[in-house]
Every structure is written in structure tokens, then in C-alpha cells.
């Protein structure tokens, strides 16, 4: 296990239309986040998991988004009537739990493109 | 809420020159801070984290400092090389469980 892997890493949409994303995290990390960065600009927080719980979310994150994690292992980020403005790229982090020092290990990234 | 800034938002510099890069952060309460690089169209790459006790930490030719009660971060990079050409974000982490990022400063190094 080498890392935080997702896919697609592109995906280009029309508007309207139901996109759903992969991560799979690194296998001994229990938390799994969703981080949504547009272009010129930093990461921005969407929701985290520990484990398969859903502990956090964002105001970003609209009733058009969901997140799941089932069993504890990878995760779907799912967007609903996609908008342009949910063109963006949608980063997945891992890591262990808080009293670990190792910080975030981010994924490459899935590009989306809304037109 | 948190907020982080990071000053510049771009850079070019010759080839072998030193470079301090300043991230700065608005809640001193912070667990700790992280600094990462990432390529164009890439994902982020962590490069240093510092724990909230501690006050620098260092990997090859990187050093990052953190004065909490300044609410400051810098990274400084020794002896650029065309490859360090990058974005380079600084994110603070509270309590919680969420990173708050910078807007990242974009580093040219010139052959």
C-alpha cells in the first residue's frame, strides 16, 4: 500500500448530470477526509470519516453532495446535478487518528469539469 | 475561525538562491502546522510537520519554523534548484480534525 489512491483523475460532466468519485486510503489510516480545492486557491475542508462514521461536514457541502465510507476502508464522494461551480479539483486525505504525529497524506486528486 | 495567509503568492528566483517562504495563521491555538508542495495538476505532497511544542523541523534542504504566539510559519528552502518549482501551501490544524490552508505561494526557480 503505497499511498492514497483516487479515481478518476479526470472527469469531465455535463451540467445536470451525477458524478461519483473513489478514494481509497492507506490501509492503517482510520480517518479519510474530502478536501475541495479550486483553481489559484488553497484546499478547502468538505467532510472527514473516522472509520465509517461520518463526523464532520462542511457548509460546503450542499444537500447536492454525499460522502460514504462503508465498512471503514474507501470512500465515494457523490455529486448530484452537477453546477460549473462545482468545477474544481476534489482532493481525498488520510491519516491516523489525532494523537499521532503524522499528519495528512493526500491523494492525487480528481479533476472535475463541469460544462 | 481560523484564517491563513501567505505572503508572497508568487516568487521567481535564480537558480541557487536561499528563500524563506511566511505563512501566517489567526488562531495561535493550533495542534499543529503542515507544510506541503504541489506540482501543477497534481495532488499535495507533505514536505514538514510541526507539532504545536515544537518550533522547527528540518529534511534536507527545508526548515520550517513555527512561533505560535506570533501566529507565523516559514519555510525556507536553501540553495533553490530548478526542480523546487512548485505551489507551496502551509495548513494549520486546531483541535478539531480539519486543516486550514493558505492560498499557497507559487515558486519559480530559474536555470
Known amino acids: 500500500d503505497t499511498g492514497v489512491s483516487q479515481d478518476p483523475r479526470h472527469k469531465i460532466t455535463k451540467r445536470g448530470q451525477n458524478v461519483t468519485f473513489r478514494c481509497d486510503p492507506i490501509?492503517?489510516?482510520?480517518?479519510l477526509y474530502w478536501y475541495r480545492q479550486t483553481l489559484g486557491q488553497g484546499p478547502e475542508f468538505l467532510t472527514y470519516?473516522?472509520?465509517?462514521?461520518?463526523?464532520?461536514k462542511s457548509r460546503l457541502l450542499s444537500d447536492r453532495f454525499s460522502a460514504e465510507r462503508p465498512k471503514g476502508s474507501f470512500s465515494t464522494l457523490e455529486i448530484q446535478r452537477t453546477e460549473q461551480g462545482d468545477s474544481a479539483m476534489y482532493l481525498c486525505?488520510?491519516?491516523?487518528?489525532?494523537?499521532?504525529?503524522?499528519?495528512?497524506?493526500f491523494g492525487s486528486g480528481t479533476r472535475l469539469t463541469v460544462v | 475561525k481560523q484564517e491563513v495567509t501567505q505572503i508572497p503568492a508568487a516568487l521567481s528566483v535564480p537558480e541557487g538562491e536561499n528563500l524563506v517562504l511566511n505563512c501566517s495563521f489567526t488562531d495561535s491555538a493550533i495542534y499543529n502546522l503542515q507544510w506541503f508542495r504541489q506540482d501543477p495538476g497534481k495532488g499535495l505532497t507533505s514536505l514538514l510537520l510541526?507539532?504545536?511544542?515544537?518550533r522547527e523541523q528540518t529534511s534536507g534542504r527545508l526548515n520550517a519554523s513555527l512561533d505560535k504566539s506570533s501566529g507565523r510559519s516559514t519555510l525556507y528552502i536553501a540553495a533553490s534548484q530548478p526542480g523546487d518549482s512548485a505551489t507551496y501551501l502551509c495548513a494549520a490544524r486546531m483541535a478539531g480534525n480539519m486543516l486550514t490552508f493558505g492560498g499557497g505561494t507559487r515558486l519559480m526557480v530559474k536555470p
Open positions: 510541526i507539532q504545536s511544542s515544537q
Open positions: 470519516f473516522q472509520n465509517e462514521a461520518q463526523l464532520e
Open positions: 486525505a488520510s491519516s491516523f487518528k489525532i494523537d499521532k504525529p503524522y499528519g495528512y497524506t
Open positions: 490501509s492503517e489510516h482510520n480517518r
